[in-house]
């Protein structure tokens, strides 16, 4: 029940910013010892529920820009499935996880903290995209996260859009690397366990996924203070899982 409601939080807070809250959920995951080959696939089905809203609602909204989607899209949808097709062991998994939570808290913890000046935006060159989203999509399929938390701070690090712009972006290249990551992941563990067991998980995300998409990321009055909460978990989570497993 409490890690329904953790995941329900979690779902709220990240769906307001496009989101979809798979390095929160794994952290979770991890710290209640569900068997790790099932950690990737539970946590990109709840990232899948989550942005499928987002997606839509930046979709009506006019916010999706393709020019500065599209090649992220062309090389993480092969690298992401091939990333979820890779068998790797439970400690490489482990360690890569942990570096993936660490990074991932950190973000979080830094990135409101910087003033960035969006007057100017600049374009993207699409070698430089198309880098990026392989290595990206090929890290989401290996450890079952979307890989947005980490795109969008390098969309605004160097401006490539509007704020709207990047999380519009963020959120479907969070769709997109769900669905191939976890078509890898299920391909390579024949679903050795039984998804329904799981369904408190996913009806919580579906409902904080479209509750924090209606919201929008200014009017949520607790956001800073979940968003701290969840960074201090993940980084907890990753230094533990590193250096204490």
Known sequence: MLISVLFLIIAILYSTVGFGGGSSYIAILALSNYPYESIPVIALICNLIVVSGGTAHYYKKGHLKWN??????????????LGGLIKINKETFLILLGICLLLAGFRLLVMDRIKLDYKKTKEMKPKTGILIGGLLGLLSGL???????????????????????????????????????????????????????????????????????????????????????????????????????
């Not at 500065?68 to 499935?81: D, E, M, T, V």
């Not at 990551?181 to 408190?200: A, E, H, R, T, V």
């Not at 509750?211 to 980084?235: D, E």
């Open 68 to 81: 500065l989607f599209w090649p992220f899209a062309i090389s993480s949808i092969p690298l992401s499935f």
């Open 143 to 245: 450890v079952g996260i979307g890989g947005g938390i980490f795109l969008a701070p390098i969309l605004h690090t160097f401006r490539w859009g509007l704020p709207k712009q990047i999380a519009g972006t963020a959120t479907l290249f969070i769709f997109i690397n769900s669905i191939t990551g976890l078509c890898g992941q299920l391909i390579k563990n024949s679903i050795q366990f039984n998804l329904m067991d799981y369904w408190p998980l996913f009806l919580a995300v579906f409902l904080g996924g479209q509750l924090g998409s209606n919201l929008g990321s200014g009017k949520f009055l607790s956001q800073r203070i979940i968003k701290n909460f969840t960074s201090l978990l993940v980084i907890y989570v990753g230094i533990k899982i590193l250096f204490f497993n």
